[in-house]
Every structure is written in structure tokens, then in C-alpha cells.
């Protein structure tokens, strides 16, 4: 039985127009609301994707960790003042998973 999820509602295209769009006061809460929209979408996959890094790190190390996280909004915003030329769709940190060796990657 699978999840329904909310799609990305937007193109790469129209992500990194809205990250863009931030920088100018007059349409900065258009490019948030789309970005939301765009991080809302990642929130299911994310999730599967960290339960598997779990399971599998965990076979590989049982004190293996992992964290998720999608990045704050005012870190994006952050970001995208300081580069203006950085492309929102392609910014992103969201998984990590540390284990005691790295012998047997999976």
C-alpha cells in the first residue's frame, strides 16, 4: 500500500524563477509561497528515502546514525542573498548518514 503525496507542483524552471523572485520585495511572497510549495512536495520522499539509509546503515553499523531535515526557509533565503546566482531547485542537504567504517559501503 503506498502513500499519496503531495507532487511538486512547479517545473525545476519555475523553483529556481521563485528563489529569484525573493530578491525582489514586490514578488518575494509569490517565490516563498512556491518555494513552500516545493519543499511541502520533498517531504514524503525524504522521509521513505531516511528510513531506508536507516535500515541499511544499521546493518552495516547498529550505532550508525542519520538525521533528515529539509533546510529552513529563512536559511534558503539566506543563501539566495548571499548568491544571487544560486539555483534553488539544486539546493539541498537533506540526508546524512554516518556510520563507524566506511569498508563496507552499501
Known amino acids: 500500500m503506498s502513500m499519496a503525496y503531495e507532487k511538486p507542483a512547479h517545473s525545476l524552471n ?8 525573493i530578491l525582489d520585495p514586490e514578488h518575494a511572497l509569490a517565490g516563498i509561497e512556491v518555494l513552500n510549495s516545493w519543499r ?9 528515502l531516511h ?3 536507516r535500515n541499511r546503515s ?5 550505532n550508525a546514525i542519520t538525521a533528515q531535515r529539509l533546510k529552513r526557509l529563512e536559511s534558503v533565503v539566506r543563501k ?4 544571487p546566482t544560486c ?11 554516518i556510520i563507524a567504517s566506511n569498508s563496507d559501503p552499501f
Do not use: C
Not at 40 to 48: D, M
Not at 80 to 83: A, D, F, G
Not at 87 to 97: E, I, Q, T, V
Open 14 to 21: 519555475q523553483i529556481d524563477k521563485a528563489g529569484k523572485a
Open 87 to 97: 539555483k534553488f531547485a539544486g539546493n539541498s542537504d537533506p540526508l546524512r548518514g
Open 51 to 53: 528510513m531506508t539509509l
Open 40 to 48: 511541502v512536495a520533498h517531504r514524503y520522499p525524504l522521509n521513505a
Open 80 to 83: 539566495l542573498y548571499r548568491q
Open 58 to 62: 544499521k546493518r552495516i553499523d547498529v
